[in-house]
């Protein structure tokens, strides 16, 4: 009984033993049993002869057990991936996949796990066409089509690993395919092509053959992309701008700038997701038209997408010119003043404080009090208008069509330095009018106009010295253009010059004084003539006829019944008069028999103009540029400029101006002035020389200095208020004093 019992304890020994060894056997710490996920075995025929077995990928780090069996041969192979590349095999055979995993049990012995489901396949020979494949691309996605459809199915592959591998089938002629990863394909990345191709195939148990992958087609992600670009452009901080845009349809982008009626290249950056151009800061008011296109493999050009825009409008780094001595404080508010800015000195606005601007003056920072600078508006206002200030190279006034001698195509004197040689025209212009001149501007535009500036502050010496040229000449026979647009004399017919107003002997060319050759004219009538000798407060204040105490000029009256001009017949009934040989004056001209005299045009002592508060302008069309057709041309000194002969366009100037606050005059359909900013601040004074740009001027890279006519110092050394600086290049110093 004992002995029984010994032997069934070690029996029971042997067999605990032998599950013990089974277990340590069995148990591989850290390996699980793969999974195979189930679909076909995908057997893809080279053109070399060779296959390309391909199956259900069972996920990360799993390794496959492959076995084919084909004319006695058998192959056991494991890989990697779930692919398996085989030569000198053809249809027919047989194949098996399972996943296996392997690792050290219990005993150290290394142990190989096989999945518990497996893929079989018992593949057939067949016939197989080798296609032609074409795809048309959309956003996202590409439909793919095929001629034939002899074979059972079709399918799209994808180039990995040198093998076109099925991606999407169809039984059809033709497929469709969305790029977004969850059929297989991704979009491609920036700069990678995606190689695809057709294969034909027949199906069968367990899995489908494919023939020979057709001739490739070339994908990137620029073919897949929309065609909308999305260009923006993007304001960070005042006039600080930046574009931005999407990817869209293309293989190469090309960024352009419009300038000078043509397109220019900025960038040409590389493709991805987003971008972004720094544009930096753009001047006040400043016009910008930009272009995004892209362009296909082949450079041909496929979309395009513009944004235009005006920089939005500040005084920052603008110049400006106070109209009157000014305090120079040490803070915004006027606490504590550093001294005085004389009148017409040139400045440039580091900040805008309410109604002060921070400048820099004689190596120092302060405040002045903005309400009492003129703000140059072509820095100001930018492209939201126009300028031409024609006082500064060549002066267009005139008597209706008559030249005048010594202004008409001068420089008049105070608009020396009013063009600028890199900068263009100086238009200076009391800022808080600027302000309501921006408002007109922008009205106009919404409208499809632009305000064209001829003149804003014109200085004192300008006024005293159009009038008195000017009123010398109101009994002079008017100048006249002969067929060739030469100006004549209409008494000799000689030509004139105009800068000196001396007759051209036809014969020698020397210039001769009309004084000498002509009678002595009669007195001219008192009232067109300017009495020099009266007491300032007597002689007219602006260009409305009136003295400033006598309030708002009245409008002119209608026009009386015409009077037949010399030689020409009256009406029936009247009196025929012999013709004579007068030539008509510039007064004549000008008045229209008494009604208007030279007030009404030139102001004899002091304009509006002159405190910086008046406008000479007009209108053009803001697409090309085309001035309106006015009643007269502007700076006409005549009765044919005077308001109550207003045609449309110059009522809808009128409209756009008075709006804005501005009044006109009766006698000047281009003329308007803020007298309600005057009134506001009290402004008594006015400036009597003209001004230039001459001083310290300031951006985003630093401080430069220019001269009296706009010239920048560049690579030069200059003394400015006893300082020596030194500027590179570009006009730059190092040496500014600390901010």
Same mark, same amino acid.
Not at 513 to 522: G, I, N, V
Not at 664 to 670: F, K, Q, V, Y
């Given at each position: 009984?004992?002995h029984?019992r010994?032997?069934?304890g070690?029996f029971?020994a042997?067999v605990?033993?032998?599950?013990v060894?089974?277990a ?9 049993r ?7 075995i995908l ?7 060779s296959?390309?077995l391909s199956?259900p990928?069972?996920g990360?780090?799993?390794?496959y057990?492959?076995e084919?069996?084909?004319d ?6 494991h ?7 085989v030569?000198g095999v053809s ?8 996943a296996?995993a392997s690792?050290? @049990?219990l005993l150290?012995?290394?142990r190989e796990?096989?999945?518990l489901?497996?893929?079989d ?8 066409e080798?296609p ?5 691309p959309?956003?996202?996605?590409m439909t793919f ?10 399918a799209?592959?994808v180039l990995r690993?040198g ?5 999407a089938s169809?039984?059809?002629t033709?497929t469709?395919?969305?790029?977004d ?7 491609p ?6 190689d ?5 195939g027949?199906?069968g148990e367990g899995y489908v053959l494919?023939?020979?992958?057709s ?9 897949l ?9 993007q304001?960070s ?7 931005e845009?999407?990817e869209?349809?293309g293989s190469?982008?090309?960024? %352009?700038e419009?300038?000078?009626g ?8 590389e493709?991805?997701e987003?971008?972004?151009?720094e ?10 038209r930009?272009q ?5 493999r082949?450079g ?8 235009s ?8 780094y603008c110049t400006?010119w106070?109209?009157?001595?000014l ?12 001294g005085?800015v ?5 400045l440039?606005?580091l900040e805008?404080?309410g ?6 003056y004689?190596?120092?920072y302060g405040?002045v009090?903005?309400?009492?600078c003129?703000v140059?508006l072509?820095?100001y ?6 300028y031409?200030?024609t006082?500064s190279y ?10 005048i001698?010594s202004?008409?195509?001068q420089v008049?004197?105070?608009?020396? @330095?009013?063009l600028t ?6 238009v200076p212009?009391l800022y808080?009018c ?8 922008q009205a106009?535009l919404?409208?499809?106009?632009r305000?064209?500036i001829?003149?804003?502050f %014109? ?14 000449k109101?009994?002079?026979?008017a100048?006249?253009?002969d067929?060739?647009?030469t100006?004549t ?5 000689w030509?004139v010059d105009?800068?000196?107003g001396?007759?051209?002997?036809p014969?020698?060319g020397?210039?001769l ?10 007195e ?7 009495d020099?000798?009266q007491p ?9 006829g ?7 000029a009245?409008e002119?009256?209608q026009?009386?019944e ?7 017949a ?5 009196e025929v008069?012999?013709?004579?040989p007068?030539?008509p004056t510039y ?5 229209d @028999? ?5 007030g ?6 002091t304009?509006a103009h002159?405190?910086g508060i008046?406008?000479?302008l007009?209108?053009e069309?803001?697409?090309?540029a085309a001035e309106?057709e006015?009643?007269?041309a ?10 109550y002969?207003?045609?449309?366009n110059a009522?809808?100037?009128a409209?756009y101006?008075?709006?804005?606050g501005m009044r ?7 003329h ?5 900013t005057?009134?506001a601040i009290?402004l ?10 001459g001083?310290?001027?300031r951006?985003d ?6 001269d009296p006519g706009?010239r920048?110092y560049?690579?030069a050394s200059v003394?400015?208020?006893g300082?020596?600086?030194?500027l590179?290049r ?10």
């Open positions: 009984m004992k029984a010994w032997l069934i070690l029971v042997a605990l033993a032998a599950g060894l089974a340590a056997y069995l148990i591989t710490p850290g390996v699980r793969p999974s195979l996920a189930e679909g076909d057997v893809c025929a080279e053109a070399d002869g296959l390309v199956w990928d069972a990360p780090g799993s390794v057990l492959t084919l069996h084909a006695g041969q058998s192959l056991r192979q890989t990697n991936e779930p692919l398996l590349e030569s249809a027919p055979f047989r194949v098996r996949v399972q296996a690792g050290t @049990n150290g012995m290394v796990l096989t999945s489901t497996h893929l396949a018992e593949v057939a020979a067949a016939e197989l080798t032609v494949l074409t795809g048309e959309e956003e996202g996605a089509s095929w001629e034939g459809g002899r074979s059972p199915v079709y799209v592959c690993g093998v076109y591998l099925p991606v169809s039984s059809g033709g469709f395919l969305r790029f990863g969850g059929s297989g394909l991704a979009m990345e920036h700069g990678q092509t995606l695809l191709a057709l294969r034909a027949s199906p494919y023939g020979p992958p001739a490739p087609l070339a994908v990137e992600r620029g073919d992309l929309g065609d909308d670009l999305s260009l923006t452009a304001e901080e005042p006039r600080v701008y930046a574009l845009w999407s869209a349809r190469e982008y090309e960024l %352009r419009w300038r000078d043509a397109w220019v290249t900025l960038d040409r950056p493709p991805a987003h971008f972004r151009y544009l930096g800061r753009l001047d006040s008011g400043s016009s910008h930009y995004v296109l892209t362009r296909d082949a041909g050009r496929l979309l395009e997408e513009e944004v825009f005006y920089a939005s409008v500040s005084p920052l400006v106070p109209i009157i001595d305090d120079f404080y040490e803070s915004a508010g006027g606490s504590q003043s550093q005085r004389p009148a017409g000195t040139a440039c606005v805008e404080d109604q002060w601007f921070r400048v820099r004689r190596d120092r405040y009090d903005s309400r009492y003129m140059n072509s820095e206002t930018g492209d939201y208008c126009a031409d200030v006082n060549e002066s267009i006034f005139k008597v209706h069509e008559s030249p001698a202004i008409t195509g008049i004197p105070g608009f020396e @330095n009013m040689e890199e900068d263009g025209f100086l212009y808080p600027a302000k309501k001149l921006l408002s007109a501007a106009a919404e409208d499809g106009y305000l064209k001829y003149e804003a %014109r200085p004192n010496e300008a006024t005293r010295y159009l009038y008195d040229t000017t009123a010398a109101l009994s002079d026979p100048l006249v253009y067929e060739e647009e100006v004399d209409p008494v000799t017919g030509q105009l800068s000196t001396c007759l051209v002997d014969e020698t020397e210039l004084d009309p004084a000498e050759l002509l009678e002595e004219p009669e001219p009538p008192e009232e067109e003539v300017p020099s000798a300032p407060e007597e002689r007219l204040e602006d260009e409305t009136l003295r400033e105490e006598d309030g708002d009245p002119a009256a026009p009386q015409e009077t037949p001009a010399p030689g020409e009256p009406e029936e009934g009247g008069e012999e013709e004579t007068d030539y007064g004549g001209i000008m008045t @028999n008494g009604r208007f005299r030279l009404s045009f030139l102001a004899a002592v304009s002159n405190r008046a406008l000479d007009t209108l069309t803001a697409d090309f309106l006015m009643q007269s502007i700076h006409d000194l005549s009765w044919y400029s005077a308001v002969r207003n045609n449309d009522d809808l100037l409209s101006m008075t709006a804005a006109g005059l009766s006698s000047e359909w281009w308007f002035q803020d007298d309600e005057r009134e009290g008594t004074s006015y400036l009597y020389k003209g001004v230039n740009a001083g310290w001027t951006d890279r630093g401080w430069r200095y220019r706009g920048y560049r690579n003394t400015v208020d300082k020596r600086y030194t590179d570009d006009g730059y110093t190092s040496q500014a004093p600390a901010e």
